[in-house]
Structures are given as C-alpha cells and as structure tokens.
C-alpha cells in the first residue's frame, strides 16, 4: 500500500515537471508580435494603400474606380478590372512610383464589354 502512494506521488511529479516543461517551449516563428506592433504595421498599410490609390485617382488616362489596393509589409498587390489593356500599365507604373510600395504585385483584368 504504501509503495502504491510512492509510485503514484513520483509519476504525478513527474507528470508535473514534463507538462511544466512542454508549456515553457516556445518558437520565435509561433509567436506574433506585440500588439503596439501590429498597430503600427496595420497603420503602415493603410498609409501605403493610401498612397497607392492617391497615385492612381492622379494618373491620366487610367479609371481606377474598379481598382482594388492591398498593400502588406510594402508589398502591393492591385486587383480588380480596368476598361482597357493599356490601363493595366498604367496602374502598374503609378503603383511602382509610390515610395512606400516596395514591391508591387498586378492582378489586374480587362473588364468585359456589359459586365
């Protein structure tokens, strides 16, 4: 009897231990950053996009009105349509101008004709 209440006190310390050791293990790539962090990247990428599209409302000879800008990190991504081929361009050239934009990713199509 008393070697039972021995044997289950070490296994239940030594459950303890391991399971107090399993919660400390951590990965810097599991852990996301502070959230005064990600405030200021969020901020960050709005102010980007802003920019963005600012420079795309000034482009001549480009409708930007079905241009959609998402900017992470500096990286650009432009989806959405435009009405012609040479607008595509265009929204490319205006997104790379923006000091910001780091890297400028276009997804953009060519609307069809009644859509």
């Known amino acids: 009897m008393q070697n039972s209440k021995l044997i ?4 239940a310390a030594a459950l303890l231990a391991a399971a107090s050791a399993y ?15 990600k405030k200021v990247l969020r901020a960050q990428n709005r102010q980007t996009e802003h920019a963005v599209r600012k420079a795309l409302t000034a482009t001549k000879g480009l409708n930007s009105s079905g241009v959609v800008v998402l900017a992470k990190n500096g990286a650009v991504t432009l989806e959405g349509s435009v ?26 199509t060519v609307k069809e004709p009644g859509n």
């Open 8 to 11: 289950t006190a070490v296994l």
């Open 23 to 37: 919660a400390q293990e951590s990965s810097d790539a599991t852990q996301s950053p502070p959230p005064l962090q």
């Open 83 to 108: 009405p012609e081929e040479s607008q595509i361009a265009l929204a490319q050239n205006a997104a790379q101008g923006v000091a910001q934009a780091k890297s400028v990713t276009n997804r953009l």
